[in-house]
T-cell receptor
Framework: EAQVTQNPRYLITVTGKKLTVTCSQN?????MSWYRQDPGLGLRQIYY???????DKGDVPEGYKVSRKEKRNFPLILESPSPNQTSLYFC????????????FGSGTRLTVV | QKEVEQNSGPLSVPEGAIASLNCTYS??????FFWYRQYSGKSPELIMS????GDKEDGRFTAQLNKASQYVSLLIRDSQPSDSATYLC?????????FGKGTMLLVSP
């Protein structure tokens, strides 16, 4: 089944404790992206990657890191999480950007206390 | 700043009626437009894409695009309670999709 897989689905952590949210897609998509979704603010892009070893900042990159060492994986790293990073996170992929819609993962609900 | 604007709603319609959802976008270079449906706590699901001016129909859904007016709409015919969700409009740029904040649709039995 073609899909984008995110893990974990739910995560509660403490301020400052490094964490990684994994994202993997099995569709050989070139483009991958991370979004966060907050009430009243909609989906905001954190980082995106147009291909392996090519990453770029989205609208809200502060406090996050990403890497794209393989085409299928695009992990999101929070080196020192803070409570304002409590959010619902989505990974998405697309064959290429522009003319194609995204396929979203199931989401990760992160709570930082 | 590229923007996609949607009325937050909620838009309430009775079962069997036509629901009309609207969206405007600011970036004139956008070429591709998408409608996503998102149930509460779930991930967005792509339901329609449209690239050319005019109408595109898929089952009960019709997307409409007017690039001169920078306007995109989604019509849902014979609305069902299961259509109750938030509908996100998205416009393409070179490197990303810009999403609107969504319109909540409520279909009452």
């Amino acid at each position: 089944e073609a899909q984008v897989t995110q893990n974990p689905r739910y995560l509660i952590t403490v301020t400052g404790k490094k964490l990684t949210v994994t994202c993997s897609q099995n569709m050989n998509h070139e483009y991958m992206s991370w979004y966060r979704q907050d009430p009243g603010l909609g989906l905001r892009q954190i980082y995106y990657s147009m291909n392996v070893e090519a990453t770029d900042k989205g609208d809200v990159p502060e406090g996050y890191k990403v890497s794209r060492k393989e085409k299928r994986n695009f992990p999101l790293i929070l080196e020192s999480p803070s409570p304002n990073q409590t959010s619902l996170y989505f990974c998405a992929s697309s064959p290429r950007t522009g003319a194609y819609g995204y396929t979203f993962g199931s989401g990760t609900r992160l709570t930082v206390v | 700043q590229k923007e996609v604007e949607q009325n937050s709603g909620p838009l309430s319609v009775p079962e069997g009626a036509i629901a009309s959802l609207n969206c405007t976008y600011s970036d004139r270079v956008s070429q591709s437009f998408f409608w996503y449906r998102q149930y509460s706590g779930k991930s967005p699901e792509l339901i329609m894409s449209i690239y050319s001016n005019g109408d595109k129909e898929d089952g009960r859904f019709t997307a409409q695009l007017n690039k001169a007016s920078q306007y995109v709409s989604l019509l849902i015919r014979d609305s069902q309670p299961s259509d109750s969700a938030t509908y996100l409009c998205a416009a393409s740029g070179y490197s990303t999709l810009t999403f609107g904040k969504g319109t909540m649709l409520l279909v009452s039995p």
